[in-house]
């Protein structure tokens, strides 16, 4: 019976590939354009906090 399973050194090589692909990502600048985006979103909560106030 075949065992469709990964390796365990293949889940270890699949993990660390994991880890450091989102390290990367994580460590990377935003786009401007994203930036701009979550500037806009959080200013708009805020104004929203301020007229329930």
Request: negative net charge.
């Amino acid at each position: 019976m075949s065992n469709d399973l990964p390796s365990e050194k293949a889940r270890q090589q699949i993990d660390a590939n994991l880890k450091r692909v989102f390290r990367e990502q994580e460590q990377a600048d935003l786009p401007d354009r994203l930036k701009e985006l979550l500037d806009k979103l959080k200013a708009q909560d805020q104004s929203g906090l301020d007229q329930k106030s």
